[in-house]
């Protein structure tokens, strides 16, 4: 009996191995996030706000901080001292993901465009709510495009994989 393999019949190709570590990390906070900031004992300043185009979480007060790249809990630490920055005697804040930025869905799917995320995402997951995969779709692995470290950095993965905040999927159609 002989086996024989036969090189590039396989269209599968690892992203890079800076892809996945992003998956096991905190949340890190880009435009498109809305964010609910809780100022204790300050109901004025209590609420919801968009991190723009920029990057920048804009609040009352304090005025714009930048908040791209910055983990909840380090955007929460910057906002604690700029109110403590001769604004409020002793803040305490709070910083959590009221709403992620949306994943986007694109390729041989019936709706594709942006989709709302939910974490614990697959890509399976996510083409579902983009209506499924179209009659004669690649329905095992998908190019995936995510920012990695301020590096925008495309794999193929398998359908099981996770996606997080801002992932753009393609779904191939079969040659």
């Known amino acids: 009996m002989s086996l024989t ?21 905190e949340h890190y906070v880009d435009s498109g996030d809305m964010l609910r900031v809780t100022v204790y004992g300050e109901n004025d300043l209590s609420s ?31 906002i604690t001292a700029r109110f403590a920055d001769g604004f409020l005697l002793h803040p305490d804040v709070a910083v959590e993901v009221a709403e992620y930025r949306p994943i986007f869905v694109m390729g041989a799917v019936q709706n594709a465009g942006s989709h709302a995320f939910m974490p614990g995402m697959t890509v399976q997951n996510s083409v579902a709510i983009a209506g499924g995969f179209q009659s004669g779709a690649d329905q095992r692995t998908v190019d995936l495009t995510r920012q990695v470290n301020g ?20 779904v191939r159609p079969l040659f």
């Open 151 to 170: 590096q925008v950095m495309t794999g193929r993965v398998l359908i099981t994989d996770p996606v997080i905040p801002g992932d753009t999927i393609v």
């Open 48 to 78: 919801q706000y968009a991190v723009d185009q920029a990057g920048y979480l804009s609040l009352p007060l304090i005025g714009e901080v930048p908040a791209r790249g910055r983990t909840t809990h380090q955007l929460r630490q910057a």
């Open 5 to 25: 393999v036969l090189s590039g019949c396989s269209t599968y190709a690892p992203p890079a191995p800076a892809f996945h570590p992003q998956l096991t990390g």
